[in-house]
């Protein structure tokens, strides 16, 4: 199962790019094996100023035809990383070809597209901004391949 992850604005060098490349490298590695990945990053920039609804049309055009669609977002469900490790797993053992995860701008993901997103998941009530919600969610699928090869780096 392939993995996107669209999101709004660009991840420029620094502390944060270094994190969300090594987890998804670290994921890549250890997916591979167990039929996830690998990920694709798809960045997109709204530079006319349209606000949630532009960022969705660029969104749009960037989830891979027929993705099931995950939104990250703070009224999702709170979920366990072993739960994450399922979901991922159940995803594939479907025959989902392409899995994107969307993290929206400063404003979060126009109403319009989290309706057409089959799954959402909330990293707490808190509102995190986007290079941070990239470093968790990457730390996540990392986390997730790791549970479901049976790896100690997930400790209970």
């Known amino acids: 199962m392939r993995v996107h992850l669209c999101a709004v604005g660009r ?13 998804l490298q670290r994921f890549d590695r250890g997916g591979r094996g167990l039929g996830l990945g690998p990920v694709t990053v798809h960045e997109v920039e709204d530079r006319k100023g349209g606000g949630m609804a532009a960022e969705a049309v660029l969104l749009q055009k960037a989830l891979p035809a027929g993705a099931l669609i995950c939104v990250l977002d703070e009224r999702g469900p709170l979920i366990s990383s072993p739960e994450f490790a399922e979901k991922l797993a159940g995803w594939r053992d479907a025959g989902t070809g392409d ?13 319009a597209l989290r309706e057409q997103a089959q799954a959402s998941l909330s990293f707490g009530k808190m509102v995190w901004p986007h290079m941070l919600a990239r470093v968790m969610l990457a730390e996540q699928l990392y986390r997730a391949a790791s549970i479901l090869a049976g790896s100690p780096y997930h400790r209970v």
């Open 11 to 23: 991840l420029r060098t620094g502390p944060e790019r270094a994190l969300v490349d090594d987890y």
């Open 99 to 111: 899995l994107a995860f969307v993290i929206g701008g400063a404003d979060g993901i126009d109403p």
